[in-house]
């Protein structure tokens, strides 16, 4: 059983569409994440929340729109995505945003983009 | 900046056979290591981590690593495989200085054989 919820499972989108990905933790953290996963790459760190106010921005481009209203909820606002955005989105959470805290991950979001 | 390397993309071993997944590390300090598994369709579960003291760290599910500051290496080791154990396996480093993330190396693959 996870502590770290994400919803939908599976997306498929075509890149004019708008949706959202949606991350629950049930662990007390302080910190949350989102990391993409591509195959044959290293998991790319995207987004960073230290109670609820964003701490890191990997370069991510504009089609990407985090939110986060409580500690406990984390969003990914999607628009006019690209075919190469198609990934497995990772959320997680941590205790607190350091670099020595272990990271509890969800079991994901694999995107499409038709 | 940290970063981590795992040799190997993917390594095939027969059940009841012993395993060793390699991972070095580059970072000028002492690292905060961690090894994480991700089972097909989940997210990424911590097997174990190293933070300072005992250079051998058990792990859940019989798994075990060795700190070695000369080679730079974290090691993760099994006695005796298990078909459970067939999934993707990640090591991290956490690094101090600038930004508190983790840094992922790209995975091994692990194949058990009946």
């Known amino acids: 059983e996870t502590g770290v919820t994400q919803t939908p499972r599976h997306l498929v989108m075509g890149m004019t569409n708008k949706k959202s990905l949606k991350c629950e933790q049930h662990?007390?953290?302080?910190?949350m994440y989102w990391y993409k996963q591509s195959a044959k790459k290293p998991l790319e760190l995207m987004f960073v929340?230290?109670?609820?106010?964003?701490?890191e921005n990997n370069s991510v481009p504009s089609r990407f729109s985090p939110e986060c209203p409580n500690s406990s909820h984390l969003f990914l606002h999607l628009h006019t995505l690209q075919p190469e955005d198609s990934a497995l989105y990772l959320c997680?959470?941590?205790?607190?945003?350091?670099?020595?805290?272990?990271?509890?991950f969800g079991d994901g979001t694999r995107l499409s983009i038709l | 900046a940290q970063s981590v390397t795992q040799p190997d993309i993917h390594i095939t071993v027969s059940e009841g056979a012993s395993l060793e997944l390699r991972c070095n590390y580059s970072?000028?300090?002492?690292?905060?290591l961690f090894w994480y598994v991700q089972s097909p369709g989940q997210g990424l579960q911590l097997l174990l981590k190293y933070f300072s003291g005992d250079t051998l760290v058990q792990g859940i599910k019989g798994f075990e690593a060795e700190f070695k500051r000369s080679q730079s290496s974290f090691n993760l080791r099994k006695p005796s495989v298990h078909w459970s154990d067939a999934a993707e396996y990640f090591c991290?480093?956490?690094?101090?200085?600038?930004?508190?993330?983790?840094?992922f190396g790209k995975g091994t693959k692990l194949t058990v054989n009946p």
């Open positions: 991290a480093v956490g690094a101090k200085g600038g930004s508190e993330k983790l840094v």
């Open positions: 970072y000028g300090a002492t690292p905060y």
């Open positions: 662990l007390g953290h302080n910190a």
């Open positions: 997680a959470s941590s205790q607190e945003w350091t670099f020595n805290q272990p990271q509890h």
């Open positions: 929340y230290s109670l609820e106010e964003r701490v």
